[in-house]
């Protein structure tokens, strides 16, 4: 089981995202799933969706072994998170990494979601399927 990962609550804030780039970009730009979740990807998250715990023991394995994760989007935040974690250590020199973490994921929002197109475009197409009362749905044109 995946208890370190905020699994429901990215979801559930990945399609207000949705819905807000829709309400915010016209009909112009998105006129399909698939260019939903193209815009989408490239959209800030209110948080990373990763536990406190989990993220510190994390940061000292990535900082003792040296290796990052394989992904690429679990990579690269893995990246933001340190290098966000960093730079908050050097402004208070008395904060410790845990310390730090924690600001960093409390108070911080992320760049991106850290997925990519393919995942994000499974995610709408599964909502589409057990949400049919508020689907996104595209007017053919």
């Given at each position: 089981?995946?208890?370190?990962?905020?699994?429901?609550?990215?979801?559930?804030?990945?399609?207000?995202?949705?819905?807000?780039?829709?309400?915010t970009?016209?009909?112009?730009?998105?006129?399909?799933?698939?260019?939903?979740?193209?815009?989408?990807?490239?959209?800030?998250?209110?948080?990373?969706?990763?536990?406190?715990?989990?993220?510190?023991?994390?940061?000292?394995?990535?900082?003792?072994?040296?290796?990052?994760?394989?992904?690429?989007?679990?990579?690269?935040?893995?990246?933001?998170?340190?290098?966000?974690?960093?730079?908050?250590?050097?402004?208070?020199r008395?904060?410790?990494?845990?310390?730090?973490?924690?600001?960093?994921?409390?108070y911080?929002?992320?760049?991106?979601?850290?997925?990519?197109?393919?995942?994000?475009?499974?995610?709408?197409?599964?909502?589409?399927?057990?949400?049919?009362?508020?689907?996104?749905?595209?007017?053919?044109?």
């Open positions: 089981m995946r208890t370190h990962r905020l699994f429901r609550l990215r979801e559930q804030e990945f399609i207000e995202s949705c819905r807000s780039v829709i309400l970009a016209g009909g112009d730009e998105i006129d399909s799933l698939n260019s939903l979740a193209a815009k989408v990807v490239h959209c800030p998250a209110p948080r990373y969706y990763v536990d406190i715990d989990y993220a510190y023991r994390m940061l000292l394995e990535i900082r003792k072994s040296g290796q990052w994760p394989r992904r690429a989007e679990n990579r690269r935040m893995w990246q933001e998170i340190m290098s966000k974690t960093e730079r908050a250590m050097e402004r208070d008395s904060l410790s990494l845990i310390q730090a973490v924690t600001q960093v994921l409390v911080d929002g992320a760049s991106s979601y850290f997925i990519d197109r393919k995942t994000a475009l499974r995610k709408l197409q599964k909502y589409n399927r057990t949400h049919k009362a508020t689907r996104f749905f595209f007017a053919p044109r």
